[in-house]
């Protein structure tokens, strides 16, 4: 089934996906970076174990939230190889361009992702 998307609007998601794709790994990569911040904090937790426990839990799920982002966009990269990319998971509808451009990394349509966020 064809996904209604014009060989310009595909190349333009692709574009937006490695671009964000991009901007996520630099900051993986500046969360990463520091690491030499969090060696520091990790000898100062020696002192003082809570002053610091909500600054390293915070720089963690940072980082677990950039990875899982970067997982999405991998993901959606691969998905719009297939022909079934922009196609919505749960009903099969074509996903709106317009829904793509905001959010390449889609699986539903506006109506499904609504109803899965509800029975969460």
């Known amino acids: 089934m064809s996904t209604a998307l014009t060989p310009g609007q595909h190349a333009l998601l692709e574009n937006e996906l490695r671009l964000a794709r991009q901007r996520t790994q630099a900051a993986l990569q ?5 690491s030499d911040r969090l060696a520091h904090a990790a000898a100062l937790l020696q002192d003082d174990p809570q002053e610091h426990e909500a600054e390293r839990e915070l720089d963690q799920a940072r980082s677990e939230l950039l990875l899982a982002e970067l997982q999405d966009i991998d993901d959606a990269l691969m998905r719009l190889k297939t022909p079934g990319y922009g196609r919505c998971i749960d009903c099969g509808a074509v996903i709106p361009f317009d829904r793509l451009q905001r959010q390449p990394q889609a699986l539903r349509c506006v109506d499904c992702q609504t109803a899965a966020e509800a029975a969460r």
Do not use: E, K
């Open 30 to 34: 500046a969360q990463r970076d520091g």
